[in-house]
């Protein structure tokens, strides 16, 4: 993984990527800009699901204004996060929190799809104030919520792997 | 007014110090700062879009707003505290970097444009509470608001790219070079 | 509407500024140019100790390694050198303590691409004894009682370590 890593960074695409100096930038600022969207949409069901907020709106409702902002803003950042890989591979394939954050984001988005796909029938979510959420549906959006923090955790890391994981940096072999 | 020595002050605090040296201590921060800052423009951009009539005007905007911006200061909150602390541990690059004064501007810019919507076009709000268009200077507060957030992501992640460089000497050293330099030619004249 | 356009202008603005700051990239080290090496003497004026680089300011010397090298007006031309942050560089004994303002220095850095006197750190920091310059034309690795600093990138043999060659300057 690392030699195609290595051998992939010497390509033209990658160097022209690395030596355009606000490539990286704005991919990472339009990255960040959509972790604010997608995180906080997530936060918005999640608050709806602990009748924080929006108590007066159907959960469909909450659901249905969010969830497209909540896809939108995953497509983007996987577009601009495979940019961003291809601008310095070696730096994103030898840190232990790139690996962690891949991995957790299949888990997160493979539980929220499974989530939607719980939620039947329709009928039952267009119930407005009468869709209460039980105690293990409520302790599964404060879980979510924290997965995406630990998520967003991992992807700030990666500029830190051997600070953060010590000995266990895959980082090692190159300092 | 020269801040300079006011800030490397604030570098040479035991505090800041701490936060260069401790190894896991600067990533957490620079992971809650992440994390506040987006959450404020999320958060904001709900109520910006709603000010924009998106999706819809049927929601009343007072308790949307009322919602969101709970969350919106309770993450500025801590943006700023994680902030503050991430300028003290490099101050002095922070203080010579343009990136970060723009981004400092852009905060202020975003606060006026907050302050003018609440004390002048909000005060009419029962008229456009819901089921209405939002004014036209109720949608230019929604517009200006999402510009100038994005600009403070913009520029904040800028900073990391741009290096304020001070090259200046500090007199007293200039005049210790200058002593030294002297010391060398008489030393090495000397000799010849 | 006059209000939007005026935000938009602002908004352009502020983009346009900020695209224009000069751009030196941190995260990469892309913006430093690996073929070039240059290797200097010099005196150093001040450390900053930031978190994330580390930087080394430092006035270079003149060939007869007699005084430093000064503009027109007099004034001494500083460079800079950066390297790790301030933690792992401490843990290689590089700090503001360790080069305090007055030492003599040799470092071999990959200039900025775009021309400012500055660059990133290769290979060791070499110390000269205090207030002892090298010889004409040569650096501090052959100085006797010389300091040799942090390691190399991927190096670390038992052999003396040495500046590297200048290539570009």
Sequence with gaps: MLEFATWFQGTPVSVWLQSTLWIVPLMQSVHIVMIGIVFVSILMVALRVMGWIRAD?????VLNR????????LAVMAATGLILVAAEPVREFSATSFWMKMALILVAVASGLGFRAALTPEKQLAGGDNLHFSGRSKALAVGTVLLWLFIIFLGRAIAYDIEIWGPLSLNQRFS | MDLLPIVEAIQNTGFAEWMRMSRKGLPIINWMHVVAITTVFGTIFVVDLRLLNYPNASRSFTRLSEEMLRWTWGAFALAVITGLMLFAANAVTYYNNTAFWLKMGAIV?????????QFLTFRSVTHWDRDRPTPVAARAAGAMSILL???VIFLGRWIGFTKGYNFEVPDEIEEDLF????RLIEAVSGFG | MKT???AAILGSVLTAAAVATPALAHHSFAIFDNEKTYVFTGVVTRVNPDANHLQIFFAEMNPERKNVIRDESDKPIVWAVEMAGSAQSAEQGISVNTFPAGTIFSVALHPLRNGDPAGSREGALFKCPERTPPPAGEHCDVVEGHVAIGEARGGGGDEEAHLPKEVGR
């Design chain 1, 57 to 61: 709106e159907p959960f469909a409702a």
């Design chain 1, 66 to 73: 969010f969830t497209p902002w909540i896809a939108g803003g």
């Design chain 2, 109 to 117: 810019l975003a606060g006026i444009n907050m302050a003018v919507f």
């Design chain 2, 149 to 151: 957030w994005l600009s």
């Design chain 2, 179 to 182: 002593d030294f330099g002297m």
């Design chain 3, 4 to 6: 939007l356009t005026k």
